[in-house]
């Protein structure tokens, strides 16, 4: 009840009321059948309008709360650090919020999390090395924010499959060569500040890696010496500096995405598989790319 007062009494949460069952009768929450405990707080969006204001420290009071979802409502101040007391918590939503703040570095402390979701939101300062301390975590959203630094050399250290996503923050410097031992199954820096060479997170010895972004920074690499993962199949480093040519090995590829514009690219673009089936766009602006879907490369 201290929840529904927090978020201004909505209408959503009209079936909350005292001396009814909250595992059948209340919307948004779930409770595991065996324990009668509720286990899951999941609201996805409000429709009226109604619900907005902060989210209450009474949140730590649900100690077998596995699942916390509160996404695209108007939601602001801080995330509490009674949320620490959540030790069975495994996922963590609180995306497309208002959140303000830095990221906290107590959520090290939610040992089960294997998901983190902080993305569209308004915070700001450094990203909290010790996030890789969560020793289960298999992905983090906290792209779409105002987060400013450099990534933490410590994320080296995540031993799982990992999604990492850090798009449209400020970051800036060079990416950690740490990173080039993670398993990524996703990793994307885009829209951020980061230079220098990140070549070294195309390990074509970790299969399960699909997608990589890297546009929208000041990346420099020659990408003729690159290998790619057998698994890409999102690829955008457009808006770089990246230079060298485009490698024949990529027509093997089962490409879906793929774009490598405003580089400084030459050479041949590699004819078959999925290559030619991207329009000329996803190559424009380049130094001297030539062949289908672009123009023909002069003979001789």
């Given at each position: 009840?201290?929840?529904?007062k927090?978020?201004?009494?909505?209408?959503?949460?009209?079936?909350?009321?005292p001396?009814?069952?909250?595992?059948?009768?209340?919307?948004?929450?779930?409770?595991?059948?065996?324990?009668?405990?509720?286990?899951?707080?999941?609201w996805?969006?409000?429709?009226?309008?109604?619900?907005?204001?902060?989210?209450?420290?009474?949140?730590?009071?649900?100690?077998?709360?596995?699942?916390?979802v509160?996404?695209?409502?108007?939601?602001?101040?801080?995330?509490?650090?009674?949320?620490?007391?959540?030790?069975?918590?495994?996922?963590?939503?609180?995306?497309?919020?208002?959140?303000?703040g830095?990221?906290?570095?107590?959520?090290?402390?939610?040992?089960?999390?294997t998901?983190?979701?902080?993305?569209?939101?308004?915070?700001?300062?450094?990203?909290?090395?010790?996030?890789?301390?969560?020793?289960?975590i298999?992905?983090i959203?906290?792209?779409?924010?105002?987060l400013?630094?450099?990534?933490?050399?410590?994320?080296?250290?995540?031993?799982?499959?990992?999604?990492?996503?850090?798009?449209?923050?400020?970051?800036?410097?060079?990416?950690?060569?740490?990173?080039?031992a993670?398993?990524?199954?996703?990793i994307?820096?885009?829209?951020?500040?980061?230079?220098?060479?990140?070549?070294?997170?195309?390990?074509?010895?970790?299969?399960?890696?699909?997608?990589?972004?890297?546009?929208?920074?000041?990346?420099?690499?020659?990408?003729t010496?690159?290998?790619f993962?057998?698994?890409?199949?999102?690829?955008?480093?457009?808006?770089?500096?990246?230079?060298?040519?485009?490698?024949?090995?990529?027509k093997?590829?089962?490409?879906q995405?793929?774009?490598?514009?405003?580089n400084?690219?030459?050479?041949?673009?590699p004819?078959?598989?999925?290559?030619?089936?991207?329009?000329?766009?996803?190559?424009?602006?380049?130094?001297?790319?030539?062949?289908?879907?672009?123009?023909?490369?002069?003979?001789?």
């Amino acid at each position: 009840m201290n929840i529904k007062k927090s978020l201004n009494n909505p209408y959503e949460f009209v079936s909350w009321k005292p001396n009814t069952d909250c595992c059948k009768k209340w919307s948004a929450v779930n409770c595991d059948p065996k324990t009668n405990r509720v286990n899951e707080l999941s609201w996805l969006i409000s429709s009226s309008g109604e619900l907005f204001g902060q989210i209450s420290s009474s949140i730590g009071d649900l100690p077998y709360l596995e699942t916390l979802v509160l996404r695209h409502l108007n939601i602001t101040g801080t995330i509490p650090r009674s949320i620490t007391k959540l030790k069975h918590l495994k996922e963590l939503d609180l995306s497309d919020l208002s959140l303000s703040g830095p990221v906290p570095s107590f959520l090290n402390q939610l040992t089960a999390l294997t998901y983190l979701d902080l993305s569209n939101n308004q915070f700001t300062g450094s990203i909290p090395p010790n996030l890789s301390d969560l020793e289960h975590i298999e992905t983090i959203y906290l792209d779409a924010n105002k987060l400013t630094g450099s990534i933490p050399e410590s994320f080296g250290k995540f031993s799982r499959s990992m999604n990492l996503h850090l798009s449209q923050n400020q970051l800036s410097g060079q990416v950690p060569k740490s990173l080039g031992a993670v398993n990524f199954g996703a990793i994307v820096l885009s829209s951020n500040r980061l230079v220098g060479d990140a070549s070294f997170l195309f390990n074509p010895n970790y299969g399960p890696t699909w997608y990589i972004g890297l546009s929208g920074n000041q990346f420099s690499f020659d990408l003729t010496k690159v290998k790619f993962p057998k698994g890409l199949i999102w690829f955008n480093i457009s808006h770089n500096k990246i230079f060298g040519g485009i490698p024949e090995e990529m027509k093997l590829l089962d490409l879906q995405l793929f774009n490598v514009s405003y580089n400084n690219l030459c050479g041949k673009i590699p004819y078959g598989g999925k290559i030619q089936s991207f329009e000329a766009s996803s190559f424009s602006h380049n130094k001297c790319l030539c062949g289908p879907p672009t123009v023909a490369c002069r003979k001789g």
